[in-house]
T-cell receptor
Framework: KNEVEQSPQNLTAQEGEFITINCSYSVGISALHWLQQHPGGGIVSLFMLSSGKKKHGRLIATINIQEKHSSLHITASHPRDSAVYICAVTGNTGNQFYFGTGTSLTVIP | KAGVTQTPRYLIKTRGQQVTLSCSPISGHRSVSWYQQTPGQGLQFLFEYFSETQRNKGNFPGRFSGRQFSNSRSEMNVSTLELGDSALYLC????????????FGPGTRLTVL
């Protein structure tokens, strides 16, 4: 049983396209995290949110607590956005960390 | 501010051996969490330490253990290594735990032969 489900698993886009990655979770949470992992393994935290919407540059993250759903949007995608995007949640009982399986994004010039 | 560092970066061991991995958090961060990443299982939470105490633990056997020192540096130990322990082991530090922003280290890639 996966506490966090992501879709799509793989995504190929043309440079400039608007991209959406979806995340659904089944546990009660205190926070939801969007992470980015480039080839070679390094992980960077993009967003941490518990309600509403956050924006950093071309990236936007939203969360709907009632529907247990979050989306990560990338506007005007660029080849350097090519990476694996991982949704993770902090459970609100025990503070465990649950990860989605990731979305592999390739942006073609 | 220096980032999270992990040593060693690469490690090759044989079945039955034990291994110790080290993680130095960002200065001022009191929480260190450990994660295992494999192609088959993806990322999984191992445990979290805060102020030298283990606060949370994932579903891993007792062969996986850790500790945290007074300077917040943390070590993770795996005893009686199995082939399936081959993975990228990542640590992350944060101000207050898994409910706050995580800053990840580069990882230690462990290969068990």
């Amino acid at each position: 049983k996966n506490e966090v489900e992501q879709s799509p698993q793989n995504l190929t886009a043309q440079e400039g396209e608007f991209i959406t990655i979806n995340c659904s979770y089944s546990v009660g949470i205190s926070a939801l995290h969007w992470l980015q992992q480039h080839p070679g393994g390094g992980i960077v935290s993009l967003f941490m949110l518990s309600s509403g919407k956050k924006k950093h540059g071309r990236l936007i993250a939203t969360i709907n607590i009632q529907e247990k759903h979050s989306s990560l949007h990338i506007t005007a995608s660029h080849p350097r956005d090519s990476a694996v995007y991982i949704c993770a949640v902090t459970g609100n009982t025990g503070n465990q960390f649950y990860f989605g399986t990731g979305t592999s994004l390739t942006v073609i010039p | 501010k220096a980032g999270v560092t992990q040593t060693p970066r690469y490690l090759i061991k044989t079945r039955g051996q034990q291994v110790t991995l080290s993680c130095s958090p960002i200065s001022g961060h009191r929480s260190v969490s450990w994660y295992q990443q494999t192609p088959g299982q993806g990322l999984q939470f191992l445990f979290e330490y805060f102020s030298e105490t283990q606060r949370n633990k994932g579903n891993f056997p007792g062969r996986f253990s850790g500790r945290q020192f007074s300077n917040s540096r943390s070590e993770m130990n795996v005893s009686t290594l199995e082939l399936g322990d081959s993975a990228l082991y990542l640590c992350a530090s944060s101000m207050s735990g898994t409910g706050s922003e995580q800053f990840f280290g580069p990882g230690t890639r462990l290969t068990v032969l």
